[in-house]
């Protein structure tokens, strides 16, 4: 949930602490500055990246009110999100219709625009919990077990049936996604709607005060 910036400085200090563990070592130990100097400053980079990514994660988490705990839960949710859009994305080579592909890759899509939200934003992860808990693992199940059936292509009523259930499953899926991605929005939309009936009502007021002020 560290964005690009975090990121940045994170390896620009990581970089000056293993350049100054390095020059510090060749100053003070020259007869060893060749043999030491790789291994040295590879573990003054380890050591550096992960005191300062802990401490961007804790600044992060109070910054944005959650505990270390709901912090790492969040991440760790984000992070199987991902491995599941991955899966998910696998199936594209297996599909063999363009409805199926379609369908397929819209999943895709508004799973990572929601993934992308929660990323930038941590508290909405609470209006799309079910989307991470339940919603995304159930396509990518679906997904998998539908490009399955449809890749043996074994002949019989039973198999017929169970892939127009699973492609049924999948939209209405598709649907309840969608639905994550306008729980994962509808804030963004009402503090909209606010400042734009702000916007009329100042704009409403100087209008006012100009006909007042031409009188």
């Known amino acids: ?4 910036t975090n990121f940045l ?3 620009i200090l990581n970089f000056l602490v293993a350049t100054t563990a390095l020059v510090v070592a060749i100053i003070n130990i020259p007869s060893m500055a ?3 100097s790789l291994p040295l400053a590879i573990v003054a980079y380890y050591a550096s990246n992960k005191i300062t990514l802990f401490i961007q994660k804790s600044s992060q988490s109070k910054k944005i009110g959650f505990s270390k705990s709901e912090y790492k839960l969040i991440e760790a949710q984000l992070k199987q999100a991902k491995s599941h859009v991955q899966a998910l994305n696998q199936q594209y080579v297996r599909v063999r219709s363009v409805r199926s592909f379609k369908q397929i890759n819209e999943m895709s899509k508004l799973a990572k625009r929601i993934i992308n939200i929660v990323q930038s934003n941590p508290q909405k992860f609470y209006a799309v919990e079910d989307f991470f808990y339940a919603h995304l693992p159930s396509a990518v199940q679906l997904s998998d077990k539908y490009t399955l059936l449809t890749k043996e292509q074994i002949p019989g009523t039973d198999i017929h049936l ?15 996604i969608e639905d994550d991605l306008k729980s994962a929005l509808s804030s963004d939309i009402e503090n909209l709607k606010i400042e734009l009936d702000f916007a009329k009502m100042s704009n409403e007021k100087r209008k006012d ?3 007042i002020g031409g009188e």
Do not use: I, Y
């Open 162 to 176: 169970a892939l127009e259930d699973t492609r049924r499953t999948l939209k209405e899926l598709q649907v309840t």
């Open 1 to 4: 949930m560290l964005g690009p």
């Open 34 to 36: 060749s043999l030491l």
């Open 9 to 11: 400085t994170r390896h």
């Open 209 to 211: 005060r100009l006909k």
